[in-house]
């Protein structure tokens, strides 16, 4: 059983939201821990990385507005 298919209801929405944003901004596949290094380590660029973590900040941000 994967990760994603153990995490409640609730929890689901945010990993949804960090798949979206690493497929994105990494052109990752998943998030999932495949065990091998060459499909779980990936070099990224520093504004690539400023861009995802920018955009998670603002959903953050936007989600705690809702609330």
């Not at 153990?6 to 052109?27: G, M, N, S, V, Y």
């Not at 998030?31 to 995802?52: I, Q």
């Amino acid at each position: 059983m994967t990760q994603a298919t153990k995490t409640k209801p609730e929890a689901a929405a945010p990993e949804a939201l960090f798949l979206d944003i690493a497929t994105r901004h990494f052109f990752i596949e998943t998030l999932e821990t495949r065990n091998r290094d060459r499909l779980d380590s990936h070099d990224v660029a520093v504004w690539a990385m400023r861009a995802a973590l920018n955009e998670a900040y603002a959903a953050g941000l936007a989600a705690a507005a809702k609330r």
